[in-house]
């Protein structure tokens, strides 16, 4: 049967709480009558979750479990399952249970009436350390103002989008990826649903710090060439104070006062330092387009479990 949803799952080290995310959301389809299929991808995983996801997709014929060959991220896990995707609508969630299953009929029920994209935004943060809040705060108001606002402000990758909406975002095959800043930019008509986000069920999170930095880079890098003209500007700000300096050091040196070597010597610091981050900055996007050109492919599939032609 064909199915209505498909629900995206990334998992990554998450054999402590994958059977119990994989009960409440089969309660709550089961609960909505119509046909659907909940797709685990298997992000490397280094303990027993990739065992657990092909038990899973071995007992439940709504159940498949996609198992990569190696770590690629979870954007990539994501892309993967948009790509196996068949359902006319595509709800994406993550496996630790602090985004609710139960909303999920709220969002189908939005999408019935004709939104393309429902997209769930979080009115409060629970179980998250006053540092997470604090950061994410600050990076939301950061990429809003280089971004344009490309993504909406407290919102994950927790959100139900139209096949029509998936194709365009199958098609935009960059390996640097930003989901939720991606579906922002293919427009459609789209609303937030607002919730509380809970603490994680059970084991620990694997988001680490070096990985929010990694999504916060592609996310402003993907979407924004704000930093290239601030370097643009910050060059001209330091040639103008170089010629004022000059100047300065020249009616000095005529009045015969001293040279003031010291100061000159900080001018060439700043001036390295400005340089050198600056040269960071362009590394950062011909790093990027390095990416793109190499052509490797997105992520690797080791076994695919659940599908009737077995991809």
Same mark, same amino acid.
């Given at each position: ?7 995206? *799952? ?13 009960? +409440? ?15 685990? *991808? ?27 060959? +190696? ?38 029920? +939005? ?28 990076? =939301? ?8 606002? *490309? ?25 640097? @990826?930003?989901? @939720? ?103 950062? =996007? ?26």
């Amino acid at each position: 049967m064909h199915p209505v949803y498909s629900v995206i *799952v990334p998992c990554y080290n998450e054999e402590a709480v994958i059977r119990e995310t994989h009960k +409440r959301l089969t309660q709550v389809f089961q609960s909505m009558e119509e046909a659907y299929e909940i797709i685990y *991808v298997n992000d490397g995983s280094r303990d027993r979750t990739g065992e657990i996801l092909r038990e899973i997709a071995m007992e439940d014929p709504c159940a498949r479990a996609v198992l990569f060959a +190696r770590n690629s991220g979870q954007e990539m896990a994501i892309t993967a399952g948009l790509d196996y995707a068949s359902g006319d609508a595509i709800i994406l969630i993550d496996a630790d249970l602090q985004d609710p299953p139960e909303l999920i009929p709220q969002m189908a029920a +939005r999408w019935k009436k004709g939104v393309q994209m429902i997209y769930a935004q979080r009115k409060d943060r629970a179980g998250e350390s006053a540092f997470k809040k604090v950061t994410a705060s600050v990076y =939301y108001k950061f990429l809003d103002w280089l971004t344009d606002g *490309v993504a909406p402000r407290d919102t994950g990758n927790f959100r139900l989008v139209d096949k029509q909406v998936v194709d365009v975002i199958r098609g935009m095959p960059e390996h640097n @990826r930003f989901l @939720r800043g991606m579906f922002s930019w293919a427009g459609f008509t789209r609303e937030p649903v607002f919730y509380d986000r809970q603490e994680r069920f059970a084991g620990e999170t694997e988001y680490t710090l070096k990985k929010m930095l990694k999504l916060a880079a592609d996310g402003i890098f993907s979407f924004s060439v704000k930093p290239l003209k601030f370097i643009t500007g910050l060059g001209v700000s330091f040639l103008g104070l170089a010629g004022v300096m000059l100047l300065v050091l020249l009616i000095a040196l005529i009045f015969g006062a001293g040279s003031g070597l010291w100061w000159l010597a900080m001018l060439m610091i700043g001036l390295s330092g400005c340089v050198l981050s600056a040269l960071g900055i362009v590394g950062e =996007y011909i790093a990027r387009i390095y990416d793109e050109t190499r052509g490797r492919p997105l992520y690797i599939v080791a076994d695919a479990v659940g599908f009737e032609d077995e991809k």
